[in-house]
């Protein structure tokens, strides 16, 4: 039997790229107040409850998210209201429901900045972005739900919106320079990978914070380097440089994540980066 899954925050890279891969294998909605195919105030917790009896869902993603961090000193409210209030109201909603539909909450890796791959409990707070992730965190934590600190990449199928891979590939595609950090370290998922693993975690419910990363992440630089190389790609456009400086707010430097926790609870084996770059 197929389960009903909604995605909220219908017009976001991860919303629509969920519902565009996988809408036709299970029932996934789109929910919110726009490009969706379910009316849903997130911004009111009785329109959030009334959907939720409604159309029983078996799980709810929450895509819903603040991501222009250079931007958060300027725009707190508007980061707050996303990552935080809105978790909340989902959580009250369902809550108060008659239908408990279990929760996949979205996080970050920018909550890790220690040397190396960091458990779960390494996190470390830099700026008001990592804040209101680690907030979000605490109210997804009150009901039964799985929260994910992830990275990704991999080809979009958003309409309008490109991911980290999509715009490296674009941009030496048209023989334009870009810029490379040796010094920010990560261990992201192709999103094909991401996306699988969604499932099941929809299908087996094991509550809990996870890492969701590959295996043996490296720098930035080096993750454009590969790309470059697996596609083709001129190498010589690249400027390899320190991150220092370049960035409006403080980010971490090393955002690599232990898995073990995710691999052993959901006994799966987790691929290594350089096998994510050549999924592309």
Known sequence: MKKKIALMGANGFLAQNLYKRFGKKNKYY??????????????????????INKYKFDVIINCVGYTK???VEIEKELCFKLNVII????????????IKPFLIHFSTDHLYNQKGNSFENNFQILNYYSLSKY?????A??????ILRTNFFGHSLHDTKSSFSDWIINQ???????KSFNDIYF?????????????????KKIPGIFNIGSNNGFSKDKFIKK?????????TLIRTKKSDDFFKIRRPKDMRMNIEKFEKTYQIKLPSLIDEIKKL
Do not use: M, W
């Open 141 to 146: 934590s009150q009901i039964k739900s799985v």
């Open 172 to 178: 030496l595609s048209t023989r334009k320079v870009i």
């Open 227 to 235: 790309l470059c190389k697996h596609k083709s790609l001129d190498s």
């Open 87 to 98: 978790v909340q109201n989902i959580v009250q909603a369902i809550k108060e429901a008659k």
């Open 135 to 139: 907030y979000s965190e605490f109210f």
């Open 69 to 71: 961090i250079d931007n």
């Open 187 to 203: 261990n992201p998922l192709n999103f094909d990978t991401l996306t699988n693993l969604i499932e099941l975690i929809a299908k």
């Open 30 to 51: 789109l929910l919110g107040k726009n490009y969706s195919e379910i009316f849903c105030d997130y911004n009111k917790i009785h329109s959030i409850k009334n959907v």
